[in-house]
């Protein structure tokens, strides 16, 4: 399928300008901290963290996803922790983080919590992930939540600013609308990433329009929670009642039938479908768990064919197609 109108510049996806592959899958570090009690985290969590960030880098991951509010910079801190013990790691890797979420009582006990994409906060809240993270540069920056009080000219200049002295290579945004990204791009921000929820569970993506987008703009979709935060995790879990309710179930169901016609299991499933959509999406893993974070790896390499990606899509809409 070759779109005729493009030139070789415009069909390259931003990702690959960066010195290291991309990769299908990202991993997510929002659960580094397994808190957001900064002062909760003990030694052996720390040792989960570096052994699951360990665990990632082993397995084949080379995006690594953060945010500055994750644990209020607990978990950049973390991962910057293990990066400081081997340094070489860090050419070896893609770091992302994101800003604009500000927490109530931050920097006043009478501050609410707001967004903020102002340029002196994106400015300075890229240079707490770089301290923390222990690096230079972020590959990529994104705007966690859209702000309703900020303009993208704005934006258009921490951008520049942040990119001129090589503290950020490529810009990105999450939780964005289709008219926010458009206006963006319009204003001269070029958005290489998109960050929004997408799953079996969370599928609106797909047919809303921001996919498409996706693709038209050459865009690189990350799926946060790609496994609805462990509901489609292989197993039943006590604390997801709604596995057992009738939509989940049958969803579930129809996920075990096809892990067996593929030789796969339910978590792979899962991914299968997020990877087999044309915009490129890369699923962000936020399991800790060693034996899930080696597993989801081998899960990249599964093509589903396209009768069981339909299948799946009926049985997560929970009515036939029209
Ligand atoms: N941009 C945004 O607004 C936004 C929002 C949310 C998240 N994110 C990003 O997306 C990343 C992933 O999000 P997520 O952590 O919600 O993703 P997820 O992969 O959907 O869910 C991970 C959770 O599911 C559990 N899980 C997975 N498989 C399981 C199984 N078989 N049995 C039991 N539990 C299972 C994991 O537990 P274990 O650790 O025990 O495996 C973990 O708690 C985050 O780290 C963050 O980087 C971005």
């Known amino acids: 399928m070759e779109p005729p109108a493009l030139s070789q510049d415009q069909r390259r996806n ?31 969590r720390r040792k989960q963290a570096e052994t699951a960030v360990m665990t990632a880098i082993d397995a084949g991951f080379t995006v690594f996803d953060h945010a500055d509010i994750y644990c209020d910079g607990e978990a950049e801190q973390l ?9 070489s790691l860090r050419e070896k890797i893609i770091l992302a983080s994101k800003c604009g979420i500000r927490f109530a009582g931050k920097p006043d006990p009478q501050s609410p919590y707001r967004y903020d994409f102002s340029k002196d906060h994106i400015i300075r809240s890229c240079e707490g992930s770089l301290k923390r993270l222990g690096t230079d540069h972020l590959d990529i920056l994104m705007l966690h939540r859209p702000d309703f009080l900020g303009h993208p000219y704005e934006v258009a200049e921490a951008v520049v600013y942040l990119q001129s002295r090589g503290m950020i290579r ?28 997408i ?33 489609l995790g292989d197993g039943l879990r006590p604390d997801f009642e709604h596995q057992t ?8 169901e129809t996920m075990d039938e096809i892990a067996g016609e593929i030789d796969t299991n339910r978590s792979g499933v899962a991914l299968a479908w997020l990877l087999k959509h ?41 009515s036939r197609l029209p």
């Open 199 to 231: 799953s079996l569970v969370a599928h609106q993506a797909v047919s809303d329009g921001r996919l498409d987008q996706c693709i038209q703009h050459h865009i690189t979709p990350m799926a946060w929670s790609p496994l609805s935060r462990g509901f």
């Open 278 to 318: 044309p915009a490129g999406i890369m699923p962000v893993i936020g399991s800790i768990h060693p034996e899930r974070i080696r597993k989801a790896m081998q899960a990249s390499r599964i093509e589903l064919s396209r009768d069981h990606w339909y299948r799946l899509t009926e049985a997560a809409l929970g």
């Open 79 to 87: 991962f910057g922790d293990t990066l400081k013990k081997q340094p």
């Open 170 to 197: 490529l810009f990105g945004a999450s939780n964005f609308s289709l008219s926010q990204i458009e206006m963006y791009h319009r204003a001269g921000v070029k958005i290489a990433v998109h960050q929004i929820e």
């Open 14 to 44: 931003p990702l690959d300008q960066l010195p290291v592959p991309p990769g299908k899958l990202a991993y997510g570090c929002w659960r580094l901290a397994g808190t957001w009690n900064a002062a909760a985290i003990d030694d052996e």
């Open 245 to 252: 309710s009738e939509t989940g179930s049958s969803l579930l």
